[in-house]
């Protein structure tokens, strides 16, 4: 301390120990605090900074070496990012997301990664990101079947308008992933999904495929007008 109060470089140390606090007071025994918490408390800190004015640029070469070190560190900033709801914010979670899955495409919180991924893909208008957020999303068996359905919703309607900027071998391997899933867990498929599932194969050319889920969504519900439309002679 002795040496502090006359060292030149005071003011430089000063600016970083002030730094080291935004992490949270530290006492003797504060070893087992879990470095999440240090970092929400960091981020809470920094901003209320944001707040009153400093830019978060100011923070963010620290914040991307203690990410670097711990990866669930994107995941905290990526939500951060993704409650401020500001276009600038939704494309800093984007990259955020993307690391973190970078190294934990499959792990405990990767289905909710994966969706708030597609989630900021849509706010930015990525259409193609966001489908592909999703389509990785329903690989992993935690997720719902109707959420999977949900994203076969969404792709068939993309590529039913042309709202996909890529070619037609991509379209196809989008197409063919999502159906796969869907037709391994048939089993909990409802007469809506089957129709879903139904006009997928047909984007991938498969219509008997197509008329099998058909028929399969009628024999649940006889009265579906998906499927029914979907059995009518092609002519009609």
Not at 163 to 190: H, M, P, Y
Request: aromatic share 6%; net charge negative; glycine share 6%.
């Amino acid at each position: 301390k002795k040496k502090f109060n006359v060292s030149p470089f005071r003011a430089a140390v000063q600016i970083d120990v002030e730094t080291l606090q935004m992490l949270g007071p530290s006492r003797r025994g504060d070893v087992h605090l879990g470095l999440a918490k240090r970092l929400e408390n960091f981020i809470e800190n920094i901003s209320r900074r944001i707040d009153a004015g400093e830019s978060f640029e100011k923070y963010s070469p620290i914040l991307e070496m203690i990410c670097r070190a711990y990866n669930p560190g994107w995941l905290l900033l990526a939500r951060w990012h993704m409650e401020a709801r500001t276009p600038d914010a939704f494309i800093k979670a984007e990259d955020e997301l993307r690391r973190f899955l970078e190294s934990e495409p499959t792990g405990v919180d990767a289905a909710d990664a994966w969706q708030m991924l597609g989630n900021a893909c849509s706010q930015t208008g990525d259409a193609l990101g966001e489908v592909h957020a999703l389509i990785e999303r329903a690989q992993i068996s935690s997720v719902p079947f109707y959420d999977i359905s949900n994203t076969a919703n969404l792709l068939n309607r993309l590529l039913r308008e042309h709202g996909l900027d890529v070619d037609k071998e991509e379209k196809r391997l989008l197409a063919q992933r999502i159906a796969s899933v869907l037709d391994k867990r048939r089993s909990e498929a409802s007469a809506d999904d089957l129709s879903r599932m139904a006009w997928l194969v047909l984007h991938l050319g498969q219509d008997v495929k197509a008329r099998e889920y058909a028929q399969a969504g009628l024999e649940i519900e006889p009265d579906n007008i998906h499927c029914s439309k979907i059995l009518r002679p092609r002519s009609a």
